[in-house]
C-alpha cells in the first residue's frame, strides 16, 4: 500500500491537511520526529454531488496522530510486515477533555488496497483490543518477554484493525462510555475518521470480530454501522459520511444474551463437566429460577435496583461459585489460584491465570514498544477495572444484545460464532440457545441443521444454515477454552478463510 503525501500546512503542534476534490484519495504519511505523524484532518470538500453511500457536506476536523511502527510484531521469515498505528480523537474531544481511540492497522500481505478488513475489539468489559491480535491474529504472537512469529496469523489475507475499544482499555484515553449503545456509535466515528486518512480503504469488505463481552460491543457495532448505511442510502446520515460495507461478524466464546446463558450454565458445569461438585449444583438449582426472574425484570423494567438485584444474584452468586480449583475459562486446568480469575475477564486477576495477559501488558508497556508507537504519557491497560464497572453499574452487561442480530440477519448480514467446548464461562450450550431463538427466517432451517464434523470430528463440528459458509454458523472447537484463538491457532485461521471467503466448511454436503 502506498502512502504519498499532500498539500500540508504546518502549525504548533499538528499538521493540517486540506482535501480537496483532487487529493482526496490520497493518504498521507509524513516525517515528523521519528515517523511520528500529527494530524488534524480537515477532510472533503465543502460540498460534494450527493451519491449513493455517502451524504454532501463536510467533517469537521479532528486530532489524528499516526505512526509507521518500525521492528515491532516481526512476523515469519523475520519479516517486519507493514502497519500503522496512532490514536484518532472522538466527538468530543478536546485537549483539555480528551477522547481519543488507539488502534494498530496491520495490512494484508496480499492485496491490501482491496482485501477485506477485519476490526477486532476485546471483550471484558475492560479489555484491550489488543490481547486478541497478539494471542493469534496479528503477524506475531506473545511470548514471555518478547513476541514470535505467527505462522497462522490472519494478515496473510485480510487487514486487521485492531481497536482499543471503549475509551479508557488499552492506550485508548479520555471521556468514558458505559454502555454498548454508546461505545458503538464511538466506533462509528472511529472508522469515519479513519476512512478520511486512509479513503482507498472505506470500499473494502468489513468484518468485526471480538469474543467474550464482545458478544454485546459486536452487535450494537453492527446494528450501528447497518442503520447508518440504510440512512446513507437514504441520502441522510452524518454530514461527510461514507458507507461501510459491513459484510459478517465473528464472535468467539460470547455473551450475548445473559437469560439463555443463565438457562444453560448449569447444564455445562454440572451435567458436560464437573466444574461444580454435587452439592455447590444443588445449592444453585435452587438460585436459578430468581436469577432468571430477576434477569426478566431487569430487562421489563430497567432501574438501578433491578439491574444490580439481577447482577448480584446472577453474576455474583451462580458465576462465582466455588469451583475447587477448576478454571472456568479451560476447565482441563487445575489451579490453586483459580478463584482470582473465575470471572472471565472481569478483573485484573484474569492474568495471575494466563500470564500471556501479563506479557501483553508488559510487551506494550516497555519503553521500545512505546516508542515504536510514537506514545510517550500513556500506561497501557489490559483489563480496565474502571471501565469494567462502568459496564456494570450501567446495566448494560444484563441486557439482551443478540437481539440486535435478527434485523442485521434479515437485511443479510451473515453472522458466525465460534465456542472452545472447554469454556465453561460463555459455554457452548447458553452460545447456541441463544442463536436458536433467534426470530429469523433463517430459525427453522439452523434450528433442524445437523453438526458436521469439521475437518474431522476431533477438530470441530459445524451447523450451517445458507449458501457458502452460510450465513449464520456456529462451530464448536474441540481442544479449546475460552481463548480458542490461542488453543486452536491453525483451526481458527482456516475457519476464518473460510467464513470470510465464503467457502463452503465441507464439501459435497449441501447447507439447509
Known sequence: MDFPASDVKHTKDALYIPLGPSTTRKILVLAHHRAVIFLVAIILAAAFSRAKGQTSGQLKPFYAHVTRPEGLCTGVNGRTFSSI???????????????RSFFWFFEAEHDSDNAPIILSVGGGPGSSGMVNPMLGQSPCAIAENRTVANPNRWTEKFNLLALDHPIGV?????????????????????LQKFFRLYPQLSKNKFAVTSGSFGGAYVPNIAAVIHEQNILLAQGKGQPGAVHIDLESVILSNPLS??????????????????????TTCAEMYAVLPACLE????????PSTENNKKAFDLCFETMEGADTHGTLIEDVRRKSRLSEHCRK??????????????QWISNYFNSPATKAALGISHLNFTSMSAVVNQGFVDSGDIIQRHHLLYEPLLKDGIRLLQYSGMYDASCAWPGVLS????????LQQDFNHAPEVPWPARENATVRVVGEGAGQMTHVKVANAGHLTVK?????????????????PFVSGVKST
Open 487 to 503: 488453543d486452536q491457532p491453525a483451526l481458527v485461521k482456516m475457519m476464518v478463510d473460510h467464513w470470510m471467503e465464503n467457502r
Open 434 to 441: 441463544s442463536l436458536k431463538l433467534l426470530r429469523t427466517p
Open 85 to 99: 498505528a496512532g490514536h484518532i480523537g472522538l466527538k468530543g474531544d478536546t485537549e483539555a477533555h480528551p477522547k
Open 344 to 357: 472471565c475477564e472481569m478483573t485484573d486477576g484474569i492474568a495471575t491465570c494466563f500470564p500471556e495477559i
Open 294 to 301: 430477576t434477569l426478566q425484570l431487569a430487562h421489563d423494567y
Open 170 to 190: 488499552g492506550f485508548s484515553y479520555g471521556t468514558h462510555v458505559n454502555t454498548s449503545r454508546a461505545g458503538a456509535y464511538d466506533v462509528y466515528d472511529f
Open 257 to 278: 444474551d445473559p437469560i439463555t446463558h443463565f438457562q444453560w450454565l448449569l447444564q455445562y458445569r454440572c451435567v458436560e463437566t464437573s466444574v461444580y461438585n454435587a
